[in-house]
Structures are given as C-alpha cells and as structure tokens.
C-alpha cells in the first residue's frame, strides 16, 4: 500500500516511477488470493480511519486529496458493530464514539468521566509530536484511568490493529489507534481489498508508472554513500536516483551490505494464524450479528510472542458479510486470527506442518466459539495461513505484520537517497500503508 501510494504521488510530478514487487500479485499484506472457485482477503479485516464522505479533514479525507482520487473510489460501507469481550463482560461499539461512551457508562460508570477525559486527550493529540514516540501509553492509560479491566479492554483490539511492541505500545501509536477505530471507525470495500487496489494501480499505470511483478530485489548498487541501482533477481540492475523500500528496516539493511548493516534494531516478533470458514449460510444465521469480536478469556491481555504454537487466550473474530452493504456477499465467511509463534512454524517440515495446520484451526475454532455462536456445523470450505505464509510471501521476517519494535518515523536510513515506508516508519493499516507512501514521497522525493 504504502509503495503504491509513493508512486502515484511521485509521477504526478512527472517522476519516473517503477515499483519492484517480489510477489505475482500487489498488495503486500494486504493483497487477496483465488482458492478452489472463491476470492479471499489477506490482511484486511476492516479498514479503519472509515469517516464519512464530505468530511474533509480527516486523514481518508486527506490522503484521497494527495492521490486525486474520490471517495467512491474505495466505496467502503460502514460497519454494523463490533464488540470486546472479556469474561463476563462486553463493551460494543460502532462507527459512533457514543455508543462506546454509553457502553463504559454501562459497564464502568465510576470511570466515565475518566473515559471523556482520555478522549479529549486524544482528540486533541498532534501526531507530528514527537516527543511522545516513546513514551508508554499504558503509562499513560493508567493515570487518566483507574479501572485495571477497562485499560486492558480498550488495548486489546489496539493491539491487535497495530502493535509491534510486546505487552504496550507507544503513546503517539495508542492515539492513532484510538482514533482510527473508535473515533473515526471501521469500514469495507463490498468487492474487498482487490477494488482499492485495482483503483490504486489503475491510477499509477495511467500517470506513467511502471509496475514490474516476480521482481525480487537481490542488492542495492552503493556508492560513496548512496544507491546508484537496484540489482533484480535474473541479473538486470535498474538506475535510481531515489529509492523507497517498504520491506522492512532489518529486509533493507541486508539488501544495502556492507558491515554497518550487519546489526540492524531488533526484528519484530509478533506474528498470527489466521483460520477462515467458508460457511453455507450468512454468520448472522447463525446468530453471529457483529462485524468483529475482539476477544481474551481472563482479565488480564496478554500481548506477547506466545511460547506455544499459537496464543488461544485471546483473538478477532471477523465476518467480512457484516458491514453495510447495498447487497449481501455471495459466501458466508469467519475469519478468526490468532498471535502465533513463527519459530515453531518454520521448523517443521512439510508434512509435519500440514498435519500441524489441521490441529491448530480445529483449536483456534474452539477457543473463538467461547465467545461466539458455534458456526462450525455450517463450514463448507477452509483455510488457514501461518505466520510462515507471510514470510513466503512478503519477505517480512518472523512474519512481523507490524514490523520492528522502534519504528522509523522520519523514514530515514544511513543513506543518503534510501527511505522507508509503510510499517517500520511507522504507520499500520490500509490507511496508515497509503499516509506513510504519500509523506515520504512529499518529505524526501518532491522537497
């Protein structure tokens, strides 16, 4: 997303453009497959930052300006509604701070005026302040706060949505969330994530922008402190003048060489299962009417590199058919995601892994089912990705969705004409991948 946004914002200005994607098809972590006659997403549960159309300064607003496209571009429908639920307890919430207003009212009505107080604070945080990138947000949390399960309850869907950093994340990162999905709110193209992406590169193909599939980068050609070319898989090197990479801080790094690349900041470490049910029914007939359930089965989110195969403790429930749309999806389709560990993946062989791949999505099933009706006896078709799959297809190393631990914010590398986009800058998400493209390319390309 990110690299797709750069481009076009880079040959409006008449720059020549190329982006190099290892994959046969776009899209990165958010892409899509075609499985025995069906269309599946990857990555996209719901898009956040879903404000509605006319509102203009809101950052889907803002980035739809940048490229010169239109809202109906993207044409996302609103969410019905989703939940958090933890034991015995349930906060729902839509595209309306209100109703979550009115849920912690419900549930924790000694905190609401705590709650309005955290709110404000957000509201009004600048995301270009840097001074608070590193600071704690659970910090933060707890001293507006002083509920211990409410805290835990409005991190988890959070985290989920973008957390690369073990059991917190950072202030400016937990605004951002925030923001995205309770203020602003979640939303989905009907046709999926293949209509934003088809509009994006339909966009940059038009502007002159070339796209060039199965194109791997093997190396950057240096000299005296800067790229002159980009070496591609098969031989040909390509000049630049400027490059931006959305591989990833620690991808680039070993593509640049050389002994002051050698030890890069730590790699991410968290990763996910997702198992997807292709059901012969729509999930609302089997009484699932939410269009995501964020779910932990203690009071106490755990947000960790699990030691086991997968984390049942907690997960998402999703079902794509549970947005506003004109007309209902064809399929019925749950999709429950999991944190899962990527070294115990990756070490199995490959009969092994298949046979590890049927356990594990009857177990993720099981665990989804104590917060949600039983939809099992309608699965007609399924499948499920590791966080191997990521790996195998996106490069990212450990299957870190949300990339590295310390983002890059300023996008810069120890090169004079390298700069990042997407996750390791620092911004997650559909929306978020599109925003870092596009400031990036402005910041250092179109200065």
């Known amino acids: 997303m990110s690299g797709l946004a750069a481009g076009i914002r880079l040959a409006h200005f008449d720059k020549r453009v190329c982006i190099l994607e290892r994959h046969s098809t776009i899209g990165g972590l958010n892409s899509f497959y075609r499985l025995r006659g069906r269309n599946y997403d ?5 898009v956040t930052n879903a404000t509605p159309k006319g509102m203009k300064k809101s950052p889907l607003a803002r980035l739809l300006r940048q490229l010169r496209m239109q809202w109906d571009d993207f044409a996302l429908r609103p969410q019905l509604g989703s939940e958090i639920a933890f034991p015995g307890i349930q906060l729902y919430f839509d595209n309306n701070i209100e109703t979550l207003r009115s849920e912690v009212r419900r ?22 302040d840097g001074a608070h990138a590193h600071v704690s947000a659970r910090r933060i949390v707890h001293s507006i706060l002083t509920d211990p399960l409410l805290v835990q309850m409005l991190f988890c869907p959070l985290m989920y949505y973008g957390s690369a950093r073990e059991d917190d994340m950072d202030w400016r990162q937990f605004s951002i969330l925030f923001r995205s999905i309770f203020l602003e709110g979640l939303a989905r193209p009907q046709a999926g994530i293949r209509l934003i992406l088809k509009h994006l590169v339909r966009r940059f193909r038009a502007l002159g922008g070339k796209l060039m599939l199965r194109s791997n980068v093997q ?6 402190g800067r790229i002159t070319g980009v070496k591609v898989e098969g031989g040909k090197t390509m000049e630049a003048r400027n490059v931006l990479s959305s591989a990833g801080l620690p991808e680039t790094m070993r593509l640049c060489g050389g002994t002051e ?3 890069p900041k730590a790699t991410g470490q968290l990763s996910f299962c997702e198992a997807i049910a292709i059901l012969d029914v729509p ?10 359930t964020f779910f932990n089965d203690s009071d106490h989110f755990q947000w960790r590199k699990p030691k086991t195969p997968c984390d049942l403790t907690s997960g998402v429930v999703c079902s794509p058919n549970n947005f506003d749309y004109e007309e209902p999806l064809v399929d019925g389709t749950m999709r429950i995601t999991s944190l899962a560990s990527y070294n115990y993946w990756n070490a199995l062989d ?10 594990w999505y009857d177990r993720i099933l099981a665990s989804a089912i104590r917060f949600v009706p039983d939809f099992r006896g309608h699965i ?3 499948d499920m990705f590791t966080p191997t799959t990521i790996t195998r297809f ?11 631990p310390e983002k890059r914010f300023d996008g810069t590398t120890h090169l004079k004409n390298l700069f990042l986009c997407g996750t390791d800058q620092g911004l997650v998400g559909i929306i978020g991948g599109l925003i870092s493209g596009i400031t990036m390319a402005n910041r250092w390309c179109l200065k």
């Open 42 to 46: 990857v990555g996209l549960h719901a």
């Open 350 to 359: 490959d009969s092994t892994y298949r046979l590890e791949k049927l356990r």
């Open 219 to 224: 190396r950057f050609v240096i000299d005296q």
């Open 261 to 263: 690349c050698a030890n």
């Open 394 to 404: 996106t490069g990212h190393e450990n299957g870190a969705v949300y990339g590295i």
């Open 380 to 382: 007609i078709d399924t």
């Open 107 to 128: 549930a924790f009505p000694k905190q609401m005026d705590r709650f309005d107080r955290l709110v404000r604070e957000i509201a009004h945080y600048d995301d270009l």
């Open 283 to 292: 999930p609302k007939e089997t009484c699932f009417r939410h269009t995501i």
